[in-house]
């Protein structure tokens, strides 16, 4: 009977070290206005622009566009500012009982 050979390794014994990885700088580009309006849904709000509140619980309120940075638009409803998503604002007209419209609802 064939002697059987036994192989020992050990998992912590690597030719090259592992830890500290390299870092790697990461820069991040901030696309500009019109690139990101393309990416969510091609809308292009503009400052003072009238949004629509599709929520049921919150009907007839309108929000005013202030700002636009990056993907979300900053609107004023009455004495307080409200942070909206570009990608929750619509320009279809078709009912929906969330996010924001740029057509009047009717």
Known sequence: ???????????????????????????????????NAYRHGGIMLEKGQILYDNDPRYSGRKVEVVRVEDSYAICKSGPRQVKVRLDRIHSDGAPRHSGYSTVAPG
């Open 1 to 35: 009977m064939p002697s059987a050979q036994i192989v020992t390794a050990t998992l912590w014994q690597t030719p090259e070290p592992i830890w500290p990885a390299k870092a790697t700088p990461v820069t991040r580009v901030t696309p500009s206005f019109r690139e």
